[in-house]
Nanobody, 118 residues
Framework: LVQLVESGGGSVQNGGSLRLSCAAS?????MAWFRQAPGKEREGVAT???????IVADSVEGRFTASKDNAANTLYLEMNDLKPEDTGMYYC???????????????WGQGTQVTVSS
């Protein structure tokens, strides 16, 4: 399994910005960001493959940008115009398929908290 380490979470005001990073211990085809708010199911946010193919959730389209540095095996998530409903634990995942569904991902990071206050 690939080891994943996230960083960059924090607390911001409504409309603020944050940048998350996820460093992988080895090359992996697809890396993704998921988030989970208390009492809610884990939600796919964005995924990027080594070929640059991206899928972004409708709920964050136009506000969040995912990118991947293949040479550094690192996934990023630039989050702008953050809203209180973006609050949650953000997880990095890695696996063989490019999808926003969590099941195919077999490596997960420990998560980083994002809190957006109104």
């Amino acid at each position: 399994l690939v080891q994943l380490v996230e960083s960059g979470g924090g607390s911001v005001q409504n409309g603020g910005s944050l940048r998350l990073s996820c460093a992988a211990s080895a090359e992996i085809y697809s890396m993704a960001w998921f988030r989970q708010a208390p009492g809610k199911e884990r939600e796919g946010v964005a995924t990027v493959s080594t070929t640059g193919y991206k899928i972004v959730a409708d709920s964050v389209e136009g506000r969040f940008t995912a990118s991947k540095d293949n040479a550094a095996n690192t996934l990023y998530l630039e989050m702008n115009d953050l809203k209180p409903e973006d609050t949650g634990m953000y997880y990095c995942a890695a696996g063989p398929l490019r999808t926003l569904k969590p099941a195919p991902y077999n490596s997960w990071g420990q998560g980083t908290q994002v809190t957006v206050s109104s």
